[in-house]
């Protein structure tokens, strides 16, 4: 019981709407003993368990109870697990920056680790391996942008469009973009120039 309490001490200590994986929890203890405790707390109603292997300390509303997590804390959860970067997908970036009207369907990240759907009562978050040119970056605006043009394509993107990410941008971010240029396609090399000029 006292890997139970530990495990719960250290979720209350995180918050509501906490999301985490076992991982989160392996200094605690034993791969069986965590997963165990966890299914204690599960059937306690003291967590949720969201997915395989995934968990959250739901946040509570006064009226309808346990709230369903973000997207995003469902996404850094397993990213955190797999040890993996996580970027938002294309048409989110494209949405995000403005570039686009189009509101994703479907809560899509990309990742350098593996790909995995984690279902969600109706939502679906879906994780997927993407190639070097697109994770690169993570976690900055700038890795945003080369995500979006690459989802918008050559034949999309056009002067506007640059000048909008030019004035978006600031020289921080124009600089980590410049850095990276040599790891882009021809077309996107030439748009980081004028976007970064």
């Known amino acids: ?114 790909s995995r759907s984690v279902h969600i009562g109706r939502l679906v978050v879906d994780i997927q391996h993407a190639d070097r040119v697109d994770m690169l970056l993570p976690g900055t605006l700038a890795g945003l942008v080369i995500t979006a043009l690459r989802f918008l394509g050559r034949d999309v993107v056009d002067a506007d469009t640059l000048k909008r990410l030019a004035v978006t941008l600031d020289a921080k971010n124009k600089k980590k973009l410049k850095a990276v240029k040599r790891q882009l396609p021809g077309w996107l090399g030439l748009a980081i120039d004028q976007i970064a000029a």
């Open 1 to 114: 019981m006292a890997l139970t309490d530990d495990i719960l001490r250290r979720v209350r200590g995180k918050g509501r709407g906490y999301v985490f994986t076992v991982r989160d929890l392996d200094d605690l203890g034993s791969r069986a003993g965590v997963d165990q405790a966890l299914a204690r707390l599960a059937r306690a109603a003291m967590i949720r368990r969201l997915d395989r292997g995934v968990y959250d300390f739901p946040n509570l509303h006064p009226v309808v109870g346990p709230m369903w997590p973000s997207a995003h804390a469902v996404a850094e959860a397993v990213a955190r697990r797999t040890g993996s970067n996580l970027k938002g997908s294309g048409a989110f970036a494209a949405n995000l920056l403005g570039l686009s009207t189009q509101v994703p369907a479907q809560t899509t990240y990309l990742t350098d680790g593996p």
